[in-house]
């Protein structure tokens, strides 16, 4: 209950600024648009657009590191945390509260940018849906980082560093291409971080693959609980300095 309430005030900060929040739905749903036309005077098959779906939801949810992370940045800057760390919430209700709001946006990404790919040729069925639990669950991966840098950094710097995240994320996820395209060393560190698992499974999903999907989901779902123990932690020292 305590989270909750303190969710239901982390809701009213996100949507004080609906055109952040509309760019961060409506620049992936424009890329999907921009590389599906690509797609179609291309002599080999890059950007079709079961394969480019998946990426660019995960792509997406980069905008949810930049939100949780500048919320939380921005609330230590104004000294509000320290205010209502007379509460008697627990460093756990703290970043509880800050998800919940978070993951309705992911809901909003995944749905608006399912339906924009629907209009460009992706096929209905069971597969789309399942995708899109899936996808709900890779997601709180990029709460839990945006939550981390917001316990770390300011607001300010979490903008700054956010440039360089969605940068590196990206390429390291095979979003816009296929990782084997580099191969080498590029390849076997991408494989080695969460981003390209979260890509690889939401695709397997989308395809049917589902036995591709477990290793992969597991991957995602091992880094993020790693992420929300380190975010918990680093949070409970703030509290206690």
Known sequence: ????????????????????????????VLMMVLFSVMQKNMPFALYEIETLTPGVIVFSFSFLT??????????????????????PMTAADYVIGYVLPLLPIAVLQISVCILAALFLGLSLDLSVLFMGIVLIVISLLYIGLGLLLGTIFTDKQVGGIFAIFVTVTTWLSGTWFQLDMIGGAFQSIAQLLPFFHAADAARAVLSGHYEDVLLSLAIVVGYTALTFIIAISVFKGKMQE
């Not at 239901?8 to 952040?20: F, Q, S």
């Not at 930049?66 to 509460?87: C, E, N, P, Y």
């Open 1 to 28: 209950m305590k989270a909750a309430i303190f969710a239901t005030r982390n809701h009213k900060e996100i949507v004080r600024d609906p055109l952040t929040l509309l760019f961060g739905i409506a620049f992936p």
């Open 66 to 87: 930049l939100f949780s992370g500048m919320l939380l940045g921005k609330d230590k800057s104004t000294s509000f945390l320290m205010r209502i760390f007379a509460s």
